[in-house]
C-alpha cells in the first residue's frame, strides 16, 4: 500500500504548491483514511477578539515547513498511517446553534469511517459538538484539555453554547468520563473560586499554570498516561492560549504567565501510548499574530498530535 506523503520541498518550493495542511493530498471525505485533518472555520462563539474564523487557512499555509519525519521522537506517521486534508466543514457564520449540529454531523461522518480526526480550529466552541460525535462511537472519553481557560462556564450572554462553556455541557450530555478528565495550564483572573472549583466537584483533575512554572512536564504526563491507562478512549484539545503570549499572541483571550512552547512539546509527545481517537488546536487568530508565529506553533503541535497516534511506525 502507498501511503499519501506531503509534498517535498525539493519537488516544488516551500511557498507553492497545495494550501492543505503539511501540503497532503486533498481528499472529499473520510473514507479510506486512518487519520485526517479537518478544518471548522469559525469564531461566532467568541466572546473577545474574533478572527479564528481564519485559523484553518492561516494554520495549513504556515504548516509549509513541516516534513514527514520527527527528529526529535523519531516518529514515521506517514509511513503507517493513510492521511489527508479532507477540508473544511460548511459552517453556517450566521447561525452558531445550527452550526453546532453542522459540525456534529460532519463527524459523525469521519468516524464512521473508522478515521481519526485532527482539528483545525475556529474557536473553541466547536469541541462540544465533536466530543457528542465522539461520545456516541466510543462512549465517554477521557479528555486532556491544554487551555488557560476552563471553558466550563454555564452560559454567556444568557447563552447555553459559545467558547466559555463546551466542556460543561459535554459534562452534561454525559460525554466524559469526568474522573479522567485533565485539565492544563489554566490561570488569569476570574470572577469567583467556582471558575476552577465547578470542575474539581466534577471529579476532573485541575492543574494551574503556576504548578507548571519553570518545571518540565514529562512528570505530569507520566502520571496521566498511567491514570488513563493504553485502552480508554482519548481526546486531545489544545487551545493555543495555554501558551504565554510571548510565544503565541494571535489568539482571541490572552493571558499572562501561561506555557512554553517546549512544555506544549512534551505535553503532546507525553500522549504516546494513549488511545487518541481525536483532537482539536483551536482558537488560532491571524489578525492578531503579524508574525505568524502563533498558527506556525499550531500548525506543529497539529502535526506532533498525528505523531502519537495509534500505529504510527517509530
Given at each position: 500500500m502507498e501511503f499519501n506523503q506531503p509534498l517535498g520541498g525539493n519537488d516544488m518550493p516551500r511557498f507553492g504548491g497545495p494550501t492543505t495542511m503539511m501540503r497532503l493530498p486533498a481528499a472529499p471525505?473520510?473514507?479510506?483514511?486512518?487519520?485526517?485533518?479537518?478544518?471548522?472555520?469559525?469564531?461566532?462563539?467568541a466572546s473577545n477578539r474574533s478572527g479564528t474564523r481564519h485559523g484553518p487557512r492561516q494554520i495549513r499555509a504556515e504548516s509549509c515547513m513541516l516534513r514527514p519525519f520527527n527528529l526529535g521522537t523519531g516518529a514515521r506517521?506517514?509511513?503507517?498511517?493513510?492521511?489527508?486534508?479532507?477540508?473544511?466543514?460548511?459552517?453556517?457564520?450566521?447561525?452558531l446553534k445550527k452550526t453546532v449540529g453542522l459540525i456534529e454531523a460532519a463527524y459523525d461522518a469521519i468516524l464512521a469511517e473508522n478515521?481519526?480526526?485532527?482539528?483545525?480550529?475556529?474557536d473553541h466552541t466547536l469541541t462540544y459538538p465533536i466530543l457528542r460525535a465522539?461520545?456516541?462511537?466510543?462512549?465517554?472519553?477521557?479528555?486532556?484539555?491544554?487551555?488557560?481557560?476552563?471553558?466550563?462556564?454555564?452560559?454567556?450572554?444568557g447563552e447555553k453554547i459559545a467558547h466559555g462553556t463546551p466542556f460543561r455541557r459535554a459534562f452534561e450530555?454525559?460525554?466524559?468520563?469526568?474522573?479522567?478528565?485533565?485539565?492544563?495550564?489554566?490561570?488569569?483572573?476570574?470572577y469567583s473560586p467556582e471558575d476552577f472549583n465547578w470542575s474539581r466537584s466534577k471529579g476532573f483533575t485541575v492543574i494551574p499554570a503556576e504548578d507548571c512554572w519553570y518545571k518540565s512536564m514529562r512528570p505530569v504526563m507520566d502520571e496521566i498516561r498511567e491514570r488513563i491507562g493504553p485502552d480508554r478512549p482519548v481526546y486531545l484539545s489544545y487551545d493555543i492560549d495555554s501558551l504565554d503570549p510571548a510565544f503565541a499572541p494571535g489568539t482571541g483571550t490572552a493571558e499572562i504567565g501561561g506555557?512554553?512552547?517546549?512544555?506544549?512539546?512534551?505535553?503532546?509527545?507525553?500522549?504516546?501510548?494513549?488511545?487518541?481517537?481525536?483532537?482539536?488546536?483551536v482558537e488560532v487568530s491571524p489578525p492578531y499574530d503579524p508574525s505568524g508565529n502563533t498558527a506556525l506553533i499550531g500548525a506543529n503541535l497539529l502535526y506532533e498530535m498525528l505523531c502519537v497516534l495509534p500505529g504510527v511506525r517509530y
Open positions: 471525505d473520510a473514507s479510506g483514511l486512518d487519520a485526517c485533518f479537518v478544518g471548522v472555520p469559525m469564531d461566532i462563539g506517521p506517514f509511513e503507517s498511517l493513510q492521511v489527508a486534508d479532507i477540508g473544511d466543514v460548511a459552517i453556517n457564520t450566521f447561525d478515521c481519526v480526526p485532527l482539528t483545525l480550529g475556529g465522539m461520545a456516541k462511537r466510543h462512549g465517554p472519553v477521557a479528555l486532556i484539555h491544554v487551555d488557560a481557560h476552563a471553558d466550563i462556564n454555564d452560559e454567556m450572554f450530555d454525559g460525554c466524559l468520563d469526568a474522573a479522567h478528565v485533565f485539565q492544563i495550564g489554566l490561570r488569569g483572573t476570574g506555557l512554553t512552547t517546549w512544555q506544549a512539546l512534551e505535553i503532546v509527545r507525553g500522549c504516546r501510548g494513549l488511545r487518541i481517537v481525536g483532537g482539536d488546536l
